[in-house]
């Protein structure tokens, strides 16, 4: 039984600080390490219950691939004397929902700085294929300086994952819950969490949620929900129009008419003049000079600027281009001249996870999770925005742009010029831009590492993706991987042929490169 002083393993219980229906969050000292921790319990009472000492176990599972500046670490999990614990990053600070018992309700510059960093971790779990589900103020912790952290993926859902939620079951905190929660839907997705930013947007400004709690019954709020439209509402309080606008969007019943990521709905407000994300704001000029400081030490990729234009997208199978599907249009933007090499991979994390050593090697082994942490550590210390390429953009640039001359290949007919494969490999990847660039000056996009893209894998997407600037399908369980690799034939090494694998798959055939628009 977990109580003040006692210490369990090398954790010393110090409080407890919060409760909730399936455990209880103890303040703890790791007395190994040093520091403060954050320990979380689960009630005894529901040990013996199986399907709850799963839900615990994959809320840890989920927890442990986010790592974020603006969500809670997990550090560890583990059982002792048949209670299960997570340890846990100890965030300083009160909940949203203290805060805002505390101001009544908060200022529009506030509650937009802390609603863009909720949109930078929420956005960053959505990447990952993790919906969160019960987003709402007391999951939320603030610190002194203004920064977030994200709590609780205790019922977060994992796109594609049909194991832990039966249809028919509503998940989630009732004022907070999307229309398509409150109506046990199956297909959950994104925008359910989009919505649930919405509401506390607009719990932020006003000061309480947008029903009368003290005389609506669960059924009317329910009503209101699935039926009711919050612009009316917000009509009736001094906000700014294009806030007012932003949280309508985000809060529409149907959620095709809400935003689709929490990318989109960033841009919108940083479009309207918003401070920058993950930036306190009295902190904003030091932080800047800090930012600058810190880019002199790290290795930024060299990138190669692509006009936009259209090209036809291919079905593809391991003899070349394939069924011919339908032509796209993108905008213009800049990519990689290179993938990654282990000297910038190291500048940025501090480590070289890759197989075969060398610092203009192209860094592997390295996840799609692994990719996202990168690119957040990366955009955290320039102050850029660098991602991973569509699958549209990675083809058309490997397809040479508007300068494509229709090579089989990255840059030619013949293989070898352009690719290291199986074949000539030496059984191991070789430094990059060794081989000829195509048409546009980038390199290996032909062989060497297969190449993450930003996409989930879909067989079918091609034929149904929207003509101008396609993102990939919406949801999935395994991501794409594009360009062929120094262990396959070069047959696999095609510019329209597709591979790949599950988000957490590490493998000395896969590396990546980055895009800006």
């Given at each position: 039984?977990?109580?003040?002083?006692?210490?369990?393993?090398?954790?010393?219980?110090?409080?407890?600080?919060?409760?909730?229906?399936?455990?209880?969050?103890?303040?703890?000292?790791?007395?190994?390490?040093?520091?403060?921790?954050?320990?979380?319990?689960?009630?005894?009472?529901?040990?013996?219950?199986?399907?709850?000492?799963?839900?615990?176990?994959?809320?840890?599972?989920?927890?442990?691939?986010?790592?974020?500046?603006?969500?809670?670490?997990?550090?560890?999990?583990?059982?002792?004397?048949?209670?299960?614990?997570?340890?846990?990053?100890?965030?300083?600070?009160?909940?949203?929902?203290?805060?805002?018992?505390?101001?009544?309700?908060?200022?529009?510059?506030?509650?937009?700085?802390?609603?863009?960093?909720?949109?930078?971790?929420?956005?960053?779990?959505?990447?990952?294929?993790?919906?969160?589900?019960?987003?709402?103020?007391?999951?939320?912790?603030?610190?002194?300086?203004?920064?977030?952290?994200?709590?609780?993926?205790?019922?977060?859902?994992?796109?594609?994952?049909?194991?832990?939620?039966?249809?028919?079951?509503?998940?989630?905190?009732?004022?907070?819950?999307?229309?398509?929660?409150?109506?046990?839907?199956?297909?959950?997705?994104?925008?359910?969490?989009?919505?649930?930013?919405?509401?506390?947007?607009?719990?932020?400004?006003?000061?309480?949620?947008?029903?009368?709690?003290?005389?609506?019954?669960?059924?009317?709020?329910?009503?209101q929900i699935v039926h009711g439209?919050?612009?009316?509402?917000?009509?009736?309080?001094?906000?700014?129009?294009?806030?007012?606008?932003?949280?309508?969007?985000?809060?529409?019943?149907?959620?095709?008419?809400?935003?689709?990521?929490?990318?989109?709905?960033?841009?919108?407000?940083?479009?309207?003049?918003?401070?920058?994300?993950?930036?306190?704001?009295?902190?904003?000029?030091?932080?800047?000079?800090?930012?600058?400081?810190?880019?002199?030490?790290?290795?930024?990729?060299?990138?190669?600027?692509?006009?936009?234009?259209?090209?036809?997208?291919?079905?593809?199978?391991?003899?070349?281009?394939?069924?011919?599907?339908?032509?796209?249009?993108?905008?213009?933007?800049?990519i990689g001249k290179y993938p990654?090499?282990?000297?910038?991979?190291?500048?940025?994390?501090?480590?070289?996870?890759?197989?075969?050593?060398?610092?203009?090697?192209?860094?592997?082994?390295?996840?799609?999770?692994?990719?996202?942490?990168?690119?957040?550590?990366?955009?955290?210390?320039?102050?850029?925005?660098?991602?991973?390429?569509?699958?549209?953009?990675?083809?058309?640039?490997?397809?040479?742009?508007?300068?494509?001359?229709?090579?089989?290949?990255?840059?030619?007919?013949?293989?070898?010029?352009?690719?290291?494969?199986?074949?000539?490999?030496?059984?191991?990847?070789?430094?990059?831009?060794?081989?000829?660039?195509?048409?546009?000056?980038?390199?290996?996009?032909?062989?060497?590492?297969?190449?993450?893209?930003?996409?989930?894998?879909?067989?079918?997407?091609?034929?149904?993706?929207?003509?101008?600037?396609?993102?990939?399908?919406?949801?999935?369980?395994?991501?794409?991987?594009?360009?062929?690799?120094?262990?396959?034939?070069?047959?696999?090494?095609?510019?329209?042929?597709?591979?790949?694998?599950?988000?957490?798959?590490?493998?000395?055939?896969?590396?990546?490169?980055?895009?800006?628009?």
């Amino acid at each position: 039984m977990i109580a003040e002083g006692k210490v369990i393993r090398d954790f010393k219980v110090i409080k407890k600080i919060g409760e909730g229906g399936m455990g209880s969050v103890w303040s703890a000292e790791d007395v190994m390490l040093e520091r403060q921790i954050a320990l979380k319990v689960l009630n005894p009472l529901l040990t013996q219950d199986g399907n709850f000492t799963e839900r615990f176990r994959n809320e840890a599972k989920i927890q442990a691939g986010l790592i974020h500046p603006n969500i809670i670490t997990l550090h560890s999990f583990f059982m002792d004397e048949g209670n299960y614990y997570m340890v846990m990053e100890y965030a300083q600070g009160i909940t949203l929902k203290e805060l805002i018992k505390q101001k009544g309700k908060l200022d529009e510059s506030t509650a937009k700085h802390i609603m863009l960093q909720m949109l930078e971790g929420v956005g960053f779990a959505h990447q990952l294929g993790i919906v969160h589900r019960d987003l709402k103020p007391s999951n939320i912790m603030v610190s002194k300086d203004g920064k977030i952290k994200i709590m609780d993926f205790g019922i977060a859902k994992v796109l594609g994952d049909r194991g832990m939620t039966k249809t028919g079951t509503k998940m989630g905190t009732l004022y907070y819950m999307s229309p398509e929660q409150v109506k046990a839907e199956k297909d959950i997705d994104q925008r359910t969490d989009i919505y649930s930013l919405g509401i506390i947007y607009y719990e932020m400004l006003t000061g309480k949620v947008p029903f009368n709690t003290d005389t609506e019954s669960d059924f009317e709020v329910m009503s209101q929900i699935v039926h009711g439209d919050l612009s009316s509402v917000l009509n009736k309080y001094d906000i700014e129009l294009k806030t007012n606008a932003v949280i309508t969007k985000m809060t529409k019943n149907q959620k095709t008419e809400r935003y689709v990521t929490c990318y989109n709905c960033t841009e919108e407000i940083k479009g309207n003049g918003y401070i920058k994300q993950n930036e306190p704001v009295i902190k904003i000029k030091e932080k800047v000079e800090e930012k600058k400081e810190e880019k002199s030490n790290i290795l930024l990729p060299e990138m190669i600027y692509v006009e936009g234009g259209s090209f036809t997208r291919y079905s593809s199978n391991s003899f070349g281009f394939g069924k011919e599907e339908h032509v796209v249009t993108l905008d213009s933007f800049y990519i990689g001249k290179y993938p990654i090499t282990q000297k910038e991979w190291i500048s940025i994390m501090g480590n070289n996870p890759s197989h075969f050593k060398g610092d203009n090697l192209p860094v592997e082994q390295v996840s799609w999770n692994d990719v996202q942490n990168f690119i957040t550590k990366l955009n955290l210390k320039t102050g850029e925005n660098y991602r991973l390429p569509t699958e549209a953009e990675w083809e058309y640039a490997a397809r040479g742009g508007i300068k494509s001359k229709g090579y089989k290949y990255a840059g030619s007919n013949n293989i070898n010029e352009v690719a290291w494969y199986k074949s000539n490999s030496s059984n191991q990847t070789q430094p990059v831009g060794t081989k000829a660039p195509n048409e546009l000056g980038i390199y290996d996009m032909s062989g060497n590492v297969w190449e993450w893209c930003q996409d989930w894998y879909d067989e079918n997407y091609y034929s149904i993706s929207p003509n101008n600037n396609p993102k990939g399908s919406y949801k999935g369980t395994i991501r794409v991987l594009r360009g062929g690799s120094w262990y396959v034939a070069g047959s696999n090494c095609c510019s329209a042929i597709r591979g790949r694998n599950v988000p957490i798959g590490r493998s000395s055939f896969y590396g990546f490169r980055l895009v800006q628009d």
